[in-house]
């Protein structure tokens, strides 16, 4: 069993360039962090230089990018520094930035991956914690005609469809069945914009440092040139025929639905805000901030209530160890064998099955008339589910036996009765030393943690 663990930089690096919406010349330090840390956002030209986590319920404005704020401080404009770190598998970082956006740079997320490149990833010692997606979850916005929704797959992967209010782009899809293509297929995307919407924007006094080098301008309504002159001075953009309509940059479009893939790169920025990395599928109809959001915090609402996820389990599979073999790892005979089949196993975890049946010998006092299985050996099972880790890595494992040292932080959350399967997955908290092992296991029925405990053990060879 894989354990993959969590990633922060090797060193820092900073990016200079203008806000689009300020105007402001802006720098932006990412930095290394401790494991666990998350992504924070620290706004080092304000007093105390507060530090606002980058989580979606701190999310206060969607309408033209994704504003991020805890108490007076906000930064925006984060979506695109966010997608690269996520991408590209970055769990901790701390990101400083001077102003209250990040630059807008070349409008695209290129940049941020070139120097995470550069700088290099580090592999921390934590575990990843992936929330993995078991079942359909939708979010959708019926008077827009937006919807996300995520489904189950073995790796985060991602569809998004866009429909645009326009006769010159109208209809376009865009897929990433695979983070790996990130950095080539989806980082270098521009945002974009209608000119349409640029007065709007302009009376809003935002996109003040919007240009044709870090957007896309989509003509696709006739103005009259006199009107359409007067825009492109304000932008200080070079005069064109009115009656030419079309994409107006000074770097041409990389991909047809470069627009479109601008999109899915805002949909990773804004799910790097659920705080963990996801193994699903999205597919993402007319996608934008507002959704966005409001999917991240339905995850997050998610993940909360399953804070511990039960490990798959398919019975079809066939297991690491059967019950021979478990017998001739552990001293453990009838009625005492509590573990039925081995199911995944790595250097430091291991999952473990037992098929609980009415036929079990402490149902006949515990209790008659209610069978309920005793807490005290749901946490004994769990401790041979981690003996049958630790006794695995030892030559001649027969020889040798496994003994409570002591338990702690035991939970009971239900009952478990007759007819349950129970799925017992144990993490080693601790390199083995001295003999001795520090584990971390946990018991579920199906989604749900039933019991849980600390327990330390001793490895004693047999007389």
């Given at each position: 069993m894989e354990v993959s663990k969590q990633k922060t930089l090797k060193g820092s690096f900073s990016l200079f360039g203008k806000g689009l919406h300020t105007g402001l010349n802006l720098t932006v330090t990412f930095n290394p962090a401790p494991e666990n840390t998350g992504y924070r956002i620290q706004r080092i030209d304000l007093e105390g230089e507060p530090i606002i986590e980058a989580i979606a319920e701190n999310v206060i404005d969607t309408q033209r990018g994704t504003v991020l704020a805890k108490q007076d401080a906000r930064v925006s404009t984060v979506e695109h520094g966010m997608a690269a770190l996520y991408a590209?598998?970055?769990?901790?970082?701390?990101?400083?930035?001077?102003?209250?956006?990040?630059?807008?740079?070349?409008?695209?997320?290129?940049?941020?991956?070139?120097?995470?490149?550069?700088?290099?990833?580090?592999?921390?010692?934590?575990?990843?914690?992936?929330?993995?997606?078991?079942?359909?979850?939708?979010?959708?916005?019926?008077?827009?005609?937006?919807?996300?929704?995520?489904?189950?797959?073995?790796?985060?992967?991602?569809?998004?469809?866009?429909?645009?209010?326009?006769?010159?782009?109208?209809?376009?899809?865009?897929?990433?069945?695979?983070?790996?293509?990130?950095?080539?297929?989806?980082?270098?995307?521009?945002?974009?914009?209608?000119v349409r919407d640029i007065v709007p924007l302009l009376e809003a006094n935002l996109i003040k440092g919007g240009d044709l080098d870090n957007a896309i301008v989509i003509y696709e309504r006739e103005l009259s040139q006199e009107k359409l002159d007067q825009l492109a001075d304000i932008l200080n953009m070079p005069h064109r025929d009115a009656k030419k309509i079309g994409y107006i940059q000074n770097k041409p479009l990389m991909w047809e639905n470069e627009c479109t893939r601008h999109k899915l790169l805002d949909i990773i920025g804004d799910m790097a805000l659920i705080g963990k990395p996801i193994k699903g599928r999205i597919v993402a109809t007319r996608p934008g901030h507002t959704i966005n959001n409001k999917f991240a915090r339905l995850m997050r609402k998610e993940i909360r209530k399953h804070e511990v996820q039960a490990p798959i389990y398919d019975p079809n599979d066939e297991p690491i160890m059967d019950n021979i073999r478990i017998r001739e790892l552990m001293p453990h005979r009838y009625p005492m064998q509590l573990v039925d089949k081995i199911i995944a196993m790595g250097p430091n975890s291991i999952v473990g099955v037992k098929n609980i049946t009415s036929n079990e010998p402490f149902f006949v006092g515990h209790f008659p008339q209610e069978p309920v299985m005793p807490g005290v050996l749901q946490v004994e099972a769990m401790a041979q589910c981690g003996g049958i880790l630790v006794l695995s890595q030892v030559e001649e494992p027969e020889r040798w036996s496994t003994y409570f040292l002591r338990i702690d932080e035991v939970k009971f959350r239900q009952k478990v009765v007759p007819g349950d399967t129970l799925l017992f997955r144990v993490e080693l908290l601790h390199p083995i030393r001295h003999g001795i092992s520090s584990m971390k296991g946990y018991v579920f029925v199906g989604d749900h943690v039933v019991s849980e405990a600390t327990f330390t053990a001793q490895i004693i060879k047999n007389k």
């Open positions: 590209l598998g970055i769990d901790n970082c701390l990101i400083q930035v001077n102003g209250p956006e990040f630059p807008i740079l070349d409008g695209s997320s290129a940049l941020y991956v070139k120097k995470i490149q550069e700088v290099g990833v580090v592999e921390q010692n934590a575990r990843k914690d992936y929330y993995i997606i078991r079942k359909k979850i939708e979010v959708k916005d019926d008077a827009t005609g937006s919807c996300i929704t995520i489904l189950p797959d073995d790796q985060f992967s991602i569809t998004a469809m866009c429909s645009f209010e326009s006769k010159f782009i109208n209809s376009q899809f865009a897929t990433l069945d695979n983070a790996d293509y990130f950095t080539k297929e989806i980082a270098p995307a521009r945002t974009f914009v209608f």
